[in-house]
């Protein structure tokens, strides 16, 4: 049983190294003049594909002139002028590469109107740009948005695993979540607004160390630590921590003007909503080990804590150094 659990363990903390296959292409439509528009990209590279798969498709009556593109790391960035001969409202725009599980978010900024987002989907490669886009539309959009961001977002889903996997008790797991949840609430609005600010780098150097951490201190086991006295104190600190990056995802993004405050708190609603169902997948697990024995649970948690430290650990060196 613990071989078993042991290969499940390393094969689910493998999937960092596929997580860019989740990544959305960002593609940013923003207008300059009467007919004159700028459309840039970036589109995800990862693995064995060296070669971008997709282009922006652009509304009836809009044509690219000329194009620019280079190579960054882990991702091809496209930039080019567009001439539009008439409105694009009522016109349609996508991606034409999206593939398996791929997603796109488009964000349509026309001059002097509202900014619009839009999420692309396999299913749905192809949006219809509004002329005064509604509430409904951000909040899906956004809430949707942060859902898929904590689920795919490999540092903070394994936080999450590892503070669970610490205290392993619901009433203890709740009074941390919620205090890792207010906290990275606070300087996710607080940045997103304007008062508060760090930089991105030294930001997911510290979260990639918070992961490290918390895995150490599973490790410990049952012994007596700061954490294990006032988890919901460690909870707090590193979820002011983890709200910065929170915050640098969204920025990528971007927020639609008038609809700040309906974008901001649909997106933390969504990573909320991604969070708990974590919590409970973690919880439920936890709970079963433990019907099948105290001392099972005790050594497969603690074997759980290796791979998550030596992923942190990995993260942490490559954000200081690379």
Not at 308 to 314: E, K, L, P, V
Request: net charge neutral.
């Amino acid at each position: 049983m613990i071989r078993l659990l042991a290969a499940l363990v390393m094969l689910v903390c493998a999937a960092p190294a596929l997580a860019d296959e989740l990544r959305p292409v960002s593609i940013q439509f923003e207008q300059q003049a009467e007919r004159e528009w700028t459309l840039g990209w970036k589109e995800p590279l990862a693995g064995s594909r060296g070669a971008p798969l997709g282009m922006p498709q652009l509304p009836q009556g809009c044509a690219m002139e000329g194009m620019a593109r280079e190579r960054a790391p882990a991702a091809m960035l496209g930039h080019v002028n567009v001439r539009c001969e008439g409105p694009v409202a009522g016109g349609r725009m996508g991606w034409d590469g999206l593939t398996g599980q791929g997603e796109a978010i488009l964000r349509i900024a026309p001059l002097g109107g509202p900014v619009q987002v839009h999420r692309l989907t396999v299913a749905a490669p192809v949006a219809v740009i509004e002329a005064a886009p509604s509430s409904a539309q951000v909040w899906r959009s956004y809430f949707v948005i942060g859902v898929e961001h904590i689920l795919t977002g490999w540092d903070h889903l394994l936080f999450v695993i590892a503070l669970v996997l610490l205290l392993a008790r619901g009433w203890p797991v709740v009074k941390a979540a919620t205090a890792f949840t207010l906290a990275h609430s606070l300087t996710l609005a607080a940045v997103t607004l304007g008062a508060a600010g760090l930089p991105q780098r030294p930001v997911e150097a510290l979260i990639a160390l918070s992961i490290l951490f918390l895995a150490v201190e599973v490790a410990r086991g049952t012994k007596d630590t700061l954490t294990r006295r006032w988890p919901w104190l460690v909870a707090f600190a590193f979820g002011l921590l983890h709200g910065f990056g929170f915050a640098g995802a969204l920025r990528e993004i971007g927020l639609p003007e008038g609809e700040v405050p309906a974008a901001l708190v649909s997106f933390n609603l969504g990573v909320e909503v991604g969070q708990l169902l974590v919590i409970a997948g973690v919880l439920a697990l936890v709970a079963l080990l433990r019907r099948l024995g105290p001392e099972l649970e005790a050594r497969a948690i603690r074997l759980t804590s290796y791979p998550i430290g030596i992923i942190g650990a990995y993260w942490l060196v490559d954000r200081v150094v690379g």
